[in-house]
């Protein structure tokens, strides 16, 4: 295995249409290593096309794991995905080769690599409660009783701010503070098998591009998305719970066909819609992994190839 006579996980980030799949794939192939999914809608069995899925090609080059675990109608948050990615670490370490965490959700990653902290889980009936309150009345509770949690959220995401009241509310302390418990020093050893401690040091590649390249292929994935039938996949998606998900619902792409598809915008507009969210999620997600982790980045260029990027992060891996 060379760089990794242990087997130790390789964490590969980066925003949206970067091309950390295909960096992942080249590097498991020359690896001997397997990609675990690091991705909060890849998880639902449906969501194909607008997450960008790996699809059977892939999977068949190289075995995936954390794709299509659940239904629409379950739910899935941070302490699942970090029970089963510990799950699948331990089952790739056992058959000598290495787990490759790949994807664009930060938040799981640092739940993998920091631990859960000590939130207590959702209360269905006040989680009820505040999926029915104005997302601005939600905002004005959480500045009042965590400026800092406030200053950092994602304003736009209805799903994280109202895990954060429901925190608050539950508990009577800020979200921030009990987030901050998140990579604290214990003078236990860290363990790849126990989620809820700080793990053993760790180096995350994070992929980023010129804007001006990352744009043109966002742009690029969202046109093949449509061309794919985004639009009829979302329309059988209604037809299994789609909308009563509210996780799901915020998939970037799907709440844009929906509102399509209830007659809101032309199709054209919905596509040039979808390109903006896109960007601006990208946006959001480098912010999030520079303030968030301490990552080492690789810039690539518009023609770099995933072999050639793959070896990049070898030899940073290496350094």
Same mark, same amino acid.
């Given at each position: 295995? @060379?760089?990794?006579?242990?087997? *130790?996980?390789?964490?590969?980030?980066?925003?949206?249409? #970067?091309?950390?799949?295909?960096?992942?794939?080249?590097?498991?192939?020359?690896?001997?290593?397997?990609? !675990?999914? #690091?991705?909060?809608?890849?998880?639902?069995?449906?969501?194909?096309?607008?997450?960008?899925?790996? @699809?059977?090609?892939?999977?068949? +080059?190289?075995?995936?794991?954390?794709?299509?675990?659940?239904?629409?109608?379950?739910?899935?948050?941070?302490?699942?995905?970090?029970?089963?990615?510990?799950?699948?670490?331990?089952?790739?370490?056992?058959?000598? &080769?290495?787990? !490759?965490?790949?994807?664009?959700?930060?938040?799981?990653?640092?739940?993998?690599?920091? =631990?859960?902290?000590?939130?207590?889980?959702?209360?269905?009936?006040?989680?009820?409660?505040?999926?029915?309150?104005?997302?601005?009345?939600?905002? *004005?509770?959480?500045?009042? &009783?965590?400026?800092?949690?406030?200053?950092?959220?994602?304003?736009?995401?209805?799903? *994280?701010?109202?895990?954060?009241?429901?925190?608050?509310?539950?508990? =009577?302390?800020?979200?921030?503070?009990?987030? /901050?418990?998140?990579?604290? /020093?214990?003078?236990?050893?860290?363990?790849?098998?126990?989620?809820?401690?700080?793990?053993?040091?760790?180096?995350?590649?994070?992929?980023?591009?010129?804007?001006?390249?990352?744009?043109?292929?966002?742009?690029? $994935? #969202?046109?093949?998305?449509?061309?794919?039938?985004?639009?009829?996949?979302?329309? @059988?998606?209604?037809?299994?719970?789609?909308?009563?998900?509210?996780?799901?619902?915020?998939?970037?792409?799907? $709440?844009?066909?929906?509102?399509?598809?209830?007659?809101? &915008?032309?199709?054209?507009?919905?596509?040039?819609? #979808?390109?903006?969210?896109? +960007?601006?999620?990208? %946006?959001?997600?480098?912010?999030?992994?520079?303030?968030?982790? %301490?990552?080492?980045?690789? @810039?690539?260029?518009?023609?770099?190839?995933?072999?050639?990027?793959?070896?990049?992060?070898?030899?940073?891996?290496?350094?």
């Amino acid at each position: 295995m @060379g760089i990794h006579p242990v087997n *130790r996980p390789i964490f590969l980030a980066g925003p949206t249409a #970067v091309g950390k799949s295909a960096v992942a794939l080249a590097l498991a192939e020359k690896l001997g290593g397997e990609i !675990i999914s #690091v991705d909060s809608m890849q998880v639902y069995r449906g969501l194909d096309i607008g997450t960008a899925k790996p @699809g059977a090609a892939e999977r068949a +080059r190289v075995p995936h794991h954390l794709i299509d675990v659940v239904d629409l109608t379950e739910p899935f948050d941070a302490a699942k995905f970090v029970a089963l990615a510990n799950q699948a670490v331990n089952e790739i370490q056992s058959c000598d &080769r290495v787990p !490759i965490l790949c994807g664009g959700t930060g938040l799981y990653f640092k739940a993998f690599l920091e =631990g859960l902290g000590d939130a207590p889980p959702a209360n269905p009936e006040l989680r009820a409660e505040l999926e029915a309150t104005p997302l601005p009345k939600l905002l *004005r509770e959480l500045e009042t &009783r965590d400026p800092a949690t406030f200053q950092e959220i994602d304003q736009r995401n209805p799903r *994280r701010i109202i895990r954060a009241v429901e925190v608050i509310r539950l508990t =009577g302390k800020p979200f921030s503070a009990q987030r /901050a418990r998140w990579g604290e /020093a214990t003078d236990e050893p860290p363990s790849l098998s126990n989620g809820s401690r700080g793990r053993s040091p760790h180096q995350i590649i994070c992929l980023t591009r010129a804007a001006a390249d990352l744009h043109a292929r966002i742009n690029s $994935r #969202v046109q093949k998305m449509f061309a794919a039938g985004l639009v009829d996949e979302t329309r @059988g998606l209604l037809n299994i719970g789609l909308e009563q998900n509210h996780t799901a619902m915020q998939a970037i792409g799907y $709440r844009q066909v929906v509102e399509h598809l209830r007659g809101e &915008r032309s199709l054209s507009e919905t596509i040039e819609l #979808v390109k903006v969210k896109t +960007r601006q999620f990208a %946006k959001r997600q480098m912010t999030w992994f520079r303030r968030q982790l %301490k990552v080492e980045w690789i @810039g690539l260029e518009p023609q770099a190839l995933p072999e050639q990027v793959a070896r990049l992060v070898q030899a940073s891996l290496a350094g």
